[in-house]
């Protein structure tokens, strides 16, 4: 398989168009490189629609300039081997995500900055694109130890589903569609909430806003359950109920 770091600098456009062109055709006579382009480049089309820039605090700018700074050190000291990408991409999930846990003083609040990393990819990361609902019930149910979501076949549709790790605990993420469009849950076992959300009715769920798009969170068998999409509220809460965990 072509080096994962090279693909993203292609799906980047980071790349002249000699060196893209030629990346193309190599990438083109290895399946898993082909499927590791489109798995990037389908989550760039999810993030671009879902989620709009990150309002950054002072500490989170401060975090991504570190960030780049890291990353533009990897590209010229040529540490590109093999693990390099899946061994880098831990230890930054591993900066931020223990930041995180220490500004909350709770390990099991998630704070809305947060999210939109948890939408567009985890590293390391499993993505499958399930064809039946069947296939997703059982990614959800290995990936998480627990029984799967409830999703009625009839209603709705699985795009494709996504597995990470988030500060040690695992995380599960599902791109959604039914009658009223696109939408991601997100499912953090071991979390039990988002900053910023308010409770909604008799408190069972919580709601709030994302960047911009309405989200709702609640609780079920140990774990948060985040949904995501461009709906109201109500349309949200409708949604919920048919991926409760049975």
Known sequence: ???????????????????????????????????????????KLIVNKHCQPVACDDTWCKCRKRLDEIDRAQR?????????????????????????????????MVRSGEVPRMVSGLAPLALIRPHTIDEARKFVAEKLGRSPVSLPDQRISILEGAYGSSDGRRLVRLHLRDSGGDALLVVVPGAVGVEGTQPLGSGEYCCGRINGTNCLV??????????????????????AGEVAFR
Not at 6 to 17: F, G, N, P, R
């Open 1 to 43: 398989m072509i080096d994962p770091l090279k693909i993203h600098a292609l799906a980047d456009a980071e790349l002249s168009k000699e060196d893209a062109e030629a990346l193309a055709h190599e990438i083109a006579k290895c399946r898993r490189s082909t499927l590791e382009l489109e798995t990037i480049q389908g989550l």
């Open 76 to 108: 010229v000291e040529g540490f590109v081997g093999r693990y390099a990408w899946g061994l880098c991409g831990t230890f930054l999930l591993a900066i931020v995500v223990g930041g995180l846990a220490t500004r909350n003083g709770s390990a099991g």
């Open 218 to 239: 609640w609780n079920s068998n140990g774990c948060m359950l985040m949904l995501l999409g461009d709906r109201s509220t109500e349309d949200l809460h409708t949604l």
